[in-house]
């Protein structure tokens, strides 16, 4: 299980990664780029797909065809769990070094959504209070993985229901 989790996961990563930096490169480069939250969730959620597929190979090739749900859903967590941690690491690094001021085209970028006086006011109270938050490397951290894991986890909770098999 381990190394499958590894493998699955660091593929997974390594794509998280290379649409993370798609983006946020758009968005540092253009704060008017319409952005869309429902489209970056469904793009996140077939990426984390390769949980299904690890699971179903982890089952298929290691297990002779049969998985218990909580063995499923560990295998599905732990590459979940292997991909939002090369996630965060390539983030720390790639805001840390590439794109310091990043909260700051952020803050512009969501300013820029806004559509009337009180909403920019209340948006621009929003935005300070997440910056100064995001001066923690601790913070940092956090809601960098509370963007990723929790589709992976329910992700992995979906696949080890559908691919529970019990010995004949």
């Not at 941690?85 to 590439?98: A, K």
């Not at 085209?105 to 935005?127: D, F, G, N, R, W």
Request: with cysteine; net charge positive.
């Amino acid at each position: 299980m381990k190394r499958n989790a590894l493998i699955f996961g660091l593929v997974m990563g390594a794509v998280l990664c290379t649409n993370m930096i798609i983006m946020v490169n758009m968005l540092y480069n253009n704060p008017e780029f319409k952005s869309n939250d429902l489209l970056g969730y469904v793009v996140m959620v077939v990426i984390f797909s390769l949980i299904f597929v690890g699971i179903r190979n982890y089952r298929n090739k290691d297990l002779g065809g049969t998985i218990s749900f909580r063995k499923a859903f560990k295998t599905g967590f732990f590459i979940a769990l292997v991909a939002s941690t090369v996630y965060v690491v390539v983030w720390l690094f790639y805001y840390y070094l590439f794109v310091p001021d990043f909260i700051e085209k952020y803050t512009a970028h969501v300013l820029h959504q806004c559509t009337s006086e009180a909403e920019i006011a209340t948006k621009t109270e929003e935005m300070e209070n997440f910056g100064k938050m995001y001066e923690s490397p601790f913070f940092v951290i956090l809601i960098t993985y509370a963007e990723v894991l929790p589709v992976g986890v329910i992700v992995a909770l979906v696949s080890s229901i559908i691919l529970k098999r019990k010995e004949a």
